[in-house]
């Protein structure tokens, strides 16, 4: 579950993240400022492996051993020990946090299951069923904020400017964020789409317990950061162009008129 969280939480941890002052140096357009942006917030190849590393072990070890907690105990230990060397580096902690926060609400998911009187199949299952609600429940925040025209990714361009709202003065910044949210959203509806159907089919016997932990933890790793650079190199595309100035444009009419 964890590797998709961060992956999800791009534009939200550039907003935090971001300095005024700093992120304006070097910057002169929206589109350079979003990939600026964007760049911090993934973590580079390091945030992308904290990420999808436990997964990774929990998936592997559960398809090896078929003992939950064990499974569990292993993603846990990785995470903590990539905690560890971060804190011993003296390095931005967020992405191990991240995952480890991930962990733990699977965990709380995985013996609600077993409260309840699930199989040891149907709790591997529940560890899975955070990541697909949280992508759902991601997906359609974006959306709302691309229909109410107060597109997420236009506040990282407020965080920087010193004014969380004054680019919606712009209609190119509005439309330009806009796209550019929806393209973020889209890694969200596709994870739905993919694994939702595969966890019910799971949980109702339609298909084997086994084989849909497996499947889920493969499509988990490989619907995560693999799907989320595809929709990075989609919005680079759209930020390589440089169109659109960083503060609202003078109205150049007089001028004209000149």
Not at 1 to 20: K, L, Y
Not at 50 to 70: N, R, S
Not at 124 to 130: D, M
Not at 219 to 228: A, E, T, V, Y
Request: proline share 5%.
């Amino acid at each position: 579950m964890s590797q998709d969280d961060p992956d999800q939480n791009a534009a939200r941890d550039a907003t935090q993240d971001a300095s005024a002052p700093a992120a304006r140096a070097d910057v002169t357009t929206v589109e350079a400022l979003v990939r600026k942006q964007l760049s911090e917030a993934l973590g580079g190849r390091r945030g992308m492996l904290e990420a999808a590393a436990p997964t990774i072990l929990f998936t592997g070890t559960w398809l090896a051993t078929k003992e939950l907690q064990t499974a569990l105990v292993v993603s846990i230990s990785a995470a903590v020990l990539l905690l560890v060397v971060r804190l011993v580096q003296r390095s931005t902690v967020q992405f191990c946090v991240n995952a480890l926060v991930g962990i733990a609400i699977g965990w709380f998911f995985v013996n609600r299951a077993a409260a309840a009187g699930g199989t040891v199949e149907e709790q591997a299952l529940a560890y899975f069923l955070p990541g697909i609600l949280y992508n759902a429940v991601y997906a359609v925040v974006l959306g709302l904020s691309c229909v109410t025209r107060w597109p997420l990714v236009g506040f990282m361009v407020g965080s920087v400017t010193g004014d969380p709202t004054a680019w919606r003065s712009d209609p190119q910044v509005v439309r330009l964020t806009s796209v550019l949210t929806w393209v973020l959203a889209a890694p969200c509806v596709l994870r739905v789409v993919v694994q939702a159907p595969i966890y019910l089919a799971g949980t109702s016997g339609a298909m084997d317990a086994d084989a849909a932990v497996a499947t889920l933890g493969l499509l988990k790793i490989g619907l995560g950061w693999p799907l989320q650079l595809g929709a990075l190199a989609w919005m680079v595309w759209l930020l390589g162009r440089n169109h659109t100035p960083l503060e609202p444009a003078v109205d150049r009419a007089p001028e004209a008129r000149a």
